[in-house]
C-alpha cells in the first residue's frame, strides 16, 4: 500500500469527524455570520498546520481565509476552495447522517469535503517528510455560490505567479476531473411602456408584458445544446394592479456557453434587442462573468501530467461539467484544473452526499500533486 494511503486511512475517523464539524457549521451565501464560523474553524485547522493565516475582512459576505504554508520558497501551488453553500441556516438537523459509507448533508459535496482533503493533503505530506520545497497556498473564499463578486480579484492574484492552480470543486459523480467549464452570464432587461386604465383607456397604454413576451421567447431561442449555449429567463416581473395596463416589465437571463466565442455571441444578441411595440423602450444590462474555461491543448497537457503523477494510486480521466466555477478566473492567467474534490452525488440537493472513502483517496491525489508537480 502506498504510504499516503496507509497514512490518510488512518486519519479517517478524524477527516469524518472534522467534516462533520464543518458542515454542521451551516453556511448559506447570504449568511455572513455562519459563512464566518466556518471562517473561524478553517483558520484554526490551518494554524494547528504551520501555515501563515490572513483573514480578508466583508462587509456583505463572509471573510476570506488564505493560509501559506512555505511562504517565498519556490514557485506557487494554489488550491481555490469556498466555504458558502446553497443551504439555508436549518438545513443540517434534517439532512446529516452517515450511511453506507456516505456523509449525508448540506453543503457536504460542494465543497466542504474538499476543505478536509486540502488540509489533510498537506497533514500527510507533512507527516511523512515530503513537503516539497515550495509556497503552497489555501484560500477559503465566501461568495462562489453567489457570482464570487468579492473574490474574484484575490483569487486571481494568486494566479499570477502561480505553477499550478487547484480548483478544489467535487469531481463528477463518476470521480472525472473537471477539464471544461461553462461560461455563466447574467443580464436584465427591462420593458418600458405606458400605463393605463385597463378597461377605459386600454387603446392609449401600451403593455410592457406584452412587449417582454417577445423578448422572453427569443431569448429562450438562443439555447443550442449541440454547441453547448443555454439561456434562461429565470425571474420575471411586471405590472402593479389587474385593471391597469402595465408600464414596466423586468426579467433576469441566466445565459450559459461553452466557449468564448460563443459567450460573446449570447452577449451580443441579447444587447441588440430591439422594442417591438409602437413607443415600448427596452433598458439592457449584463455581461458574462465568469468566462469559460475551455478543454483546449493546455488543459489536456495539465491533464496528462497529473495523470502521470498519480498513477501509482489510481487511474485518472477527464470530462466536461456543464456550470461554472472559479476555475475560470484562473484558467487565463496559470495552469488551470478543476474537480479535484470529492466523489459523491445531489450537487445542490436534499440528497447531497459524499463517498467517505473518497476522502483518503483524494487527499491522496492531491498531495501527489503538490509533491511533485
Same mark, same amino acid.
Given at each position: 500500500?502506498?504510504?499516503?494511503?496507509?497514512?490518510?486511512?488512518?486519519?479517517?475517523?478524524?477527516?469524518?469527524?472534522?467534516?462533520?464539524?464543518?458542515?454542521?457549521?451551516?453556511?448559506?451565501?447570504?449568511?455572513?455570520?455562519?459563512?464566518?464560523?466556518?471562517?473561524?474553524?478553517?483558520?484554526?485547522?490551518?494554524?494547528?498546520?504551520? /501555515?501563515?493565516?490572513?483573514?480578508?475582512?466583508?462587509?456583505?459576505?463572509? @471573510?476570506?481565509? %488564505?493560509?501559506?504554508?512555505? $511562504? !517565498?520558497? =519556490?514557485?506557487?501551488?494554489?488550491?481555490?476552495?469556498?466555504?458558502?453553500?446553497?443551504?439555508?441556516?436549518?438545513?443540517?438537523?434534517?439532512?446529516?447522517?452517515?450511511?453506507?459509507?456516505?456523509?449525508?448533508?448540506?453543503?457536504?459535496?460542494?465543497?466542504?469535503?474538499?476543505?478536509?482533503?486540502?488540509?489533510?493533503?498537506?497533514?500527510?505530506?507533512?507527516?511523512?517528510?515530503?513537503?516539497?520545497?515550495?509556497?503552497?497556498?489555501?484560500?477559503?473564499?465566501?461568495?462562489?455560490?453567489?457570482?464570487?463578486?468579492?473574490?474574484?480579484?484575490?483569487?486571481?492574484?494568486?494566479?499570477?505567479? /502561480?505553477?499550478?492552480?487547484?480548483?478544489?470543486?467535487?469531481?463528477?459523480? @463518476?470521480?472525472? %476531473?473537471?477539464?471544461?467549464? $461553462? !461560461?455563466? =452570464?447574467?443580464?436584465?432587461?427591462?420593458?418600458?411602456?405606458?400605463?393605463?386604465?385597463?378597461?377605459?383607456?386600454?387603446?392609449?397604454?401600451?403593455?410592457?408584458?406584452?412587449?417582454?413576451?417577445?423578448?422572453?421567447?427569443?431569448?429562450?431561442?438562443?439555447?443550442?445544446?449541440?454547441?453547448?449555449?443555454?439561456?434562461?429567463?429565470?425571474?420575471?416581473?411586471?405590472?402593479?394592479?389587474?385593471?391597469?395596463?402595465?408600464?414596466?416589465?423586468?426579467?433576469?437571463?441566466?445565459?450559459?456557453?461553452?466557449?468564448?466565442?460563443?459567450?460573446?455571441?449570447?452577449?451580443?444578441?441579447?444587447?441588440?434587442?430591439?422594442?417591438?411595440?409602437?413607443?415600448?423602450?427596452?433598458?439592457?444590462?449584463?455581461?458574462?462573468?465568469?468566462?469559460?474555461?475551455?478543454?483546449?491543448?493546455?488543459?489536456?497537457?495539465?491533464?496528462?501530467?497529473?495523470?502521470?503523477?498519480?498513477?501509482?494510486?489510481?487511474?485518472?480521466?477527464?470530462?466536461?461539467?456543464?456550470?461554472?466555477?472559479?476555475?475560470?478566473?484562473?484558467?487565463?492567467?496559470?495552469?488551470?484544473?478543476?474537480?479535484?474534490?470529492?466523489?459523491?452525488?445531489?450537487?445542490?440537493?436534499?440528497?447531497?452526499?459524499?463517498?467517505?472513502?473518497?476522502?483518503?483517496?483524494?487527499?491522496?491525489?492531491?498531495?501527489?500533486?503538490?509533491?511533485?508537480?
Amino acid at each position: 500500500m502506498h504510504a499516503l494511503i496507509h497514512y490518510l486511512n488512518e486519519q479517517l475517523p478524524a477527516m469524518t469527524a472534522l467534516l462533520t464539524r464543518i458542515v454542521a457549521a451551516e453556511s448559506f451565501s447570504a449568511d455572513k455570520t455562519g459563512v464566518d464560523d466556518v471562517g473561524r474553524l478553517i483558520a484554526h485547522e490551518l494554524r494547528a498546520r504551520g /501555515a501563515d493565516v490572513t483573514i480578508f475582512p466583508q462587509t456583505q459576505t463572509g @471573510d476570506h481565509v %488564505l493560509g501559506v504554508f512555505n $511562504r !517565498g520558497a =519556490g514557485s506557487p501551488i494554489a488550491m481555490i476552495l469556498h466555504m458558502d453553500t446553497v443551504h439555508p441556516r436549518g438545513s443540517f438537523a434534517a439532512r446529516y447522517k452517515i450511511e453506507d459509507g456516505k456523509m449525508y448533508g448540506p453543503g457536504v459535496f460542494d465543497m466542504k469535503a474538499s476543505h478536509v482533503i486540502a488540509l489533510y493533503a498537506v497533514q500527510a505530506l507533512q507527516a511523512l517528510g515530503q513537503m516539497p520545497n515550495r509556497e503552497i497556498r489555501m484560500l477559503f473564499t465566501s461568495d462562489e455560490e453567489i457570482g464570487s463578486f468579492t473574490s474574484a480579484d484575490l483569487i486571481m492574484a494568486q494566479a499570477h505567479d /502561480a505553477a499550478l492552480m487547484m480548483i478544489m470543486e467535487p469531481a463528477l459523480s @463518476d470521480g472525472r %476531473l473537471k477539464s471544461s467549464r $461553462r !461560461g455563466v =452570464g447574467n443580464f436584465t432587461v427591462v420593458a418600458h411602456g405606458r400605463a393605463s386604465h385597463a378597461g377605459g383607456g386600454h387603446e392609449r397604454g401600451i403593455n410592457a408584458i406584452q412587449e417582454m413576451a417577445h423578448h422572453v421567447l427569443a431569448i429562450q431561442s438562443l439555447t443550442d445544446y449541440q454547441r453547448g449555449i443555454a439561456t434562461t429567463v429565470s425571474m420575471i416581473a411586471g405590472g402593479i394592479a389587474h385593471n391597469v395596463v402595465p408600464d414596466r416589465c423586468e426579467i433576469h437571463v441566466d445565459a450559459r456557453a461553452n466557449t468564448q466565442a460563443d459567450a460573446e455571441w449570447i452577449t451580443e444578441r441579447i444587447h441588440s434587442l430591439q422594442p417591438v411595440l409602437p413607443g415600448a423602450r427596452l433598458e439592457i444590462a449584463g455581461k458574462f462573468e465568469r468566462p469559460p474555461m475551455e478543454c483546449n491543448a493546455e488543459r489536456l497537457a495539465i491533464f496528462e501530467r497529473m495523470k502521470a503523477i498519480v498513477a501509482p494510486i489510481m487511474t485518472l480521466a477527464h470530462g466536461p461539467s456543464g456550470a461554472g466555477s472559479d476555475a475560470a478566473f484562473t484558467a487565463p492567467i496559470a495552469p488551470t484544473m478543476d474537480g479535484l474534490g470529492a466523489v459523491g452525488d445531489g450537487l445542490h440537493a436534499t440528497d447531497e452526499h459524499v463517498v467517505l472513502a473518497s476522502l483518503v483517496e483524494r487527499a491522496a491525489m492531491n498531495a501527489l500533486i503538490v509533491k511533485e508537480w
